[in-house]
């Protein structure tokens, strides 16, 4: 593109900018989404036109590992929740490092750059008072998200480079074997690392944190007209199986907005998922303790559920789960419903561009496109009917597949 051209083409995204910002005038800005969305991704059109190579290339080589230090390195100095504590007063340099007591050269060091990226707002020499940004950094929600991602998360990536090196820049085919085991020096998979090491609740806040916002299933996907109007007890009591379902969460859900949906409801976890859950006849819902690499026991129901199961696992692995599952089915009634990121085949977001990163050199797995989706349960012998998007854009990657057996 030459400079006229490109001039020019800065001229058009600068009318899309004062358009959509334009249209954000007459909207409550984060209460409509759509509004907002537009503006968002028509400002970082702009950005990126206006950005020399140079100046990405810096942010995201040099400027983007220190940032993530000190958002690690301020949750654990506890800055954001005592800038917070303070309100109107500011705090100082000196009083945060004597709070934390640390040295004040460090605290100093780490609130240039929080300052610089707006987490904490800098109103004179080395005094602060909370941004938004601050304020959210207090939710523990989001300490525990900033913990697990950098310490876990960081790492891996760090070490994936020389991980892919050693293997040929093969794909990593088990979760025993990762840049994860590399990073930490151990045989053991995420999970059981995780849990031994104490870092399961941060995970947990994490998976909880991802799901905040994002509109649930049961309020959006036509359940009565895809799933329930075609139940037929005859054909098999059971109306859904909730596989791997933690504690019932999506379950429960589902029976508070359809009470007087006809069939079972059971939840299918490991032994000590389904204690967890502490279900009773009240809830409507049956927990049935179950390992899905094992042959799926209910034959014939109507609907299979699984919701952010199979981005945990290879192609390989998510294989043999469906596998167990469409020997189950029944075709022509039974049903399979995937709850996950359903990633579009060209421009995908960064973010779950970056989750895909992630769940590959921790797990051995990934985030997978529409194509990808596709390939995978063709192989098993599914065909998908539709991929349903939720009505709220904006939220790009995540959906549910409906499939049925061939």
Known sequence: MNSSDHNEYVSTLVKEVNSATAALDKADVFGDNNARMKALEASKKLTRALETPMDVIFDHAVTDLPTNMCLRMGVDLQIFRNICA????????????????????????????????????????ERYKASALTKALTDPLIES???????????????????????????PTTSSDTPFQLAF????????????????????????LNQRGKPN????????????????????????????????????????????????????????????????KNDGIEGVPYDFFTPQPVKGARTYFLHWVLHD??????????????????PNYSKLIINESVLPDENCP????????MM??????????????????????????????????????EGVIEAVKV
């Open 86 to 125: 303070s309100g109107d007063n500011p705090s100082t340099a000196k009083s945060l490092a004597a709070s934390a007591d640390a040295d004040y050269i460090l605290v100093v060091q780490i609130l240039r750059v929080l300052s610089a990226t707006g987490h904490v707002k800098e109103i004179g020499v």
């Open 185 to 208: 020096n151990t045989d053991m998979d995420y999970f059981p690392y995780a849990d031994k090491h104490g870092m399961t609740k941060d995970f947990h806040a994490w998976m909880e």
């Open 217 to 280: 299933w049961v309020d959006w996907f036509p359940i009565q007209r895809q799933l329930i109007d075609g139940f037929d007890a005859k054909q098999s009591d059971v109306l859904l199986i909730d596989i791997g379902g933690g504690q019932g969460k999506y379950l429960k859900l589902f029976k508070e907005k359809f009470l007087d949906a006809p069939g079972r409801l059971i939840l299918q976890e490991l032994p000590y998922a389904v204690e967890a859950a502490r279900l009773n």
């Open 360 to 397: 590959m050199t921790q797990l051995a797995s990934l985030e997978r496109s529409q194509k990808q989706w596709n390939e995978l349960l063709e192989k098993v012998g599914l065909q998908v009917v539709k991929f349903h998007e939720p009505p709220v854009s904006g939220i790009p990657g």
């Open 350 to 357: 960064m973010g779950y561009a970056s989750m895909g990163i």
């Open 313 to 330: 696992w290879s192609d390989e692995q998510a294989s043999k789960i469906l596998q167990n599952i469409v020997a189950a089915m029944t």
């Open 145 to 171: 998200s900033v913990k697990i991602c950098f310490d876990i998360g960081n790492l891996c990536v760090a070490k994936a480079p020389e991980f892919f090196r050693r293997k040929g820049f093969k794909y």
